[in-house]
């Protein structure tokens, strides 16, 4: 029977040859469907709610900053030290001294026109940042950032005066230099492991650099956005600030309430929310002399940050329609490992959502 053989050895090739490229098809398609499960990313917040520090920390986490970026945050670290300095050290009570009024003065002459540090700058910084009394005001100076960036950065004074100081990671996550753009994108990449594969998440952070309010007139523009992550300053919870609706004075975390709600149910957008609860370190310091009573009067629980926090979450959450899917985290900002942590939950959160949305588990 050599031709039955011939006929059934050329079927059981042919089904082999069918089997596989059904395999490569259906590998395709599932390719397909990842690559496209998440377009966009929109990150949304009010004022000092942390978005750039969150953008500069997803950069740290992929791809990393070149060489040229290093280079100009270089010069940005530098003069945002000279211009704060510049502030503290007006205060009477230093320039009442004899020898620190001589390097303040050499400082102030030295930094008229340079904003990049000079041997003279260096030298007047490293004098008055070793002298008690000089780094007890500057330390504890009302002029001071909340997220004590400037501290760190004269703790490591010797270093970044270096001709040669290239800014690491951690320096230009404490560093603040403001976007230059209304509206950026931050590539971002994502390696996830799940039981039978590994998978490489590819997005882009669409960040709106604008008053929370105004931010909402941007919506339209992004209709591929499928998640959005909302920052929120944590540590306002005491602060009133002008409402984007009525302009009349407003608490802070009421209304970052508002807009959120009205951003996340927005009908251009696809149903994944991530809240940031930003600056815990700071909500944390002062919450012993600010109970959070002062932004939620009926609140009742224990005045402790975790109680207090989970508290200020659930309000958020529970003004989201019931087929939102959320998650929310508390952060510091710029905690480096935990910030790698929440990113690499996020992407999981947010790729398993595009699955379930499009029927793929």
């Given at each position: 029977m050599p031709g039955a053989w011939k006929r059934l050895s050329s079927v059981s090739v042919a089904d082999t040859a069918k089997s596989r490229s059904e395999e490569i098809d259906a590998a395709i398609a599932q390719d397909l469907i990842l690559k496209r499960s998440v377009k966009r990313v929109l990150i949304l917040g009010g004022r000092n709610s942390g978005k750039s520090t969150f953008l500069k920390q997803a950069t740290v986490f992929s791809p990393g900053f070149s060489e040229a970026e290093r280079d100009e945050y270089k010069c940005t670290i530098h003069a945002d030290i000279i211009a704060t300095m510049r502030m503290i050290l007006d205060d009477e009570a230093l320039l009442s001294d004899n020898d620190l009024r001589r390097f303040i003065q050499s400082f102030r002459r030295a930094t008229e026109e340079s904003q990049t540090f000079s041997p003279q700058i260096s030298t007047a910084l490293r004098v008055l940042w070793t002298d008690a009394r000089a780094q007890t005001a500057i330390r504890f100076s009302p002029k001071l950032r909340p997220d004590g960036s400037l501290l760190y950065f004269m703790d490591s004074l010797s270093r970044i005066s270096e001709d040669d100081y290239i800014p690491t990671d951690a320096d230009i996550v404490r560093s603040s230099r403001p976007p230059s753009l209304t509206v950026t994108d931050t590539p971002l990449q994502i390696q996830l492991t799940f039981p039978q594969y590994e998978y490489l998440l590819k997005t882009t952070l669409t960040c709106i650099h604008q008053e929370i309010g105004l931010q909402r007139k941007w919506f339209s523009l992004f209709?591929?956005?499928?998640?959005?992550?909302?920052?929120?300053?944590?540590?306002?919870?005491?602060?009133?600030?002008?409402?984007?609706?009525?302009?009349?004075?407003?608490?802070?975390?009421?209304?970052?309430?508002?807009?959120?709600?009205?951003?996340?149910?927005?009908?251009?957008?696809?149903?994944?929310?991530?809240?940031?609860?930003?600056?815990?370190?700071?909500?944390?310091?002062?919450?012993?002399?600010?109970?959070?009573?002062?932004?939620?009067?009926?609140?009742?629980?224990?005045?402790t940050p975790s109680a207090a926090a989970d508290y200020v979450i659930a309000r958020f959450l529970s003004l989201l329609p019931p087929h939102l899917n959320s998650r929310a985290w508390c952060t510091n900002a710029i905690d480096m490992d935990q910030m790698h942590g929440v990113l690499q939950a996020m992407g999981e959160f947010i790729l398993r959502h595009s699955w379930y949305a499009r029927g793929c588990v």
């Open positions: 209709s591929d956005v499928e998640a959005i992550v909302f920052l929120v300053d944590l540590s306002n919870y005491d602060q009133t600030i002008p409402s984007a609706d009525t302009d009349e004075p407003r608490n802070y975390i009421r209304e970052a309430m508002s807009q959120f709600v009205a951003a996340c149910t927005a009908s251009y957008y696809r149903p994944t929310v991530m809240l940031i609860m930003n600056k815990m370190d700071i909500f944390t310091a002062k919450l012993s002399v600010s109970p959070l009573t002062t932004c939620f009067p009926e609140y009742r629980d224990e005045n």
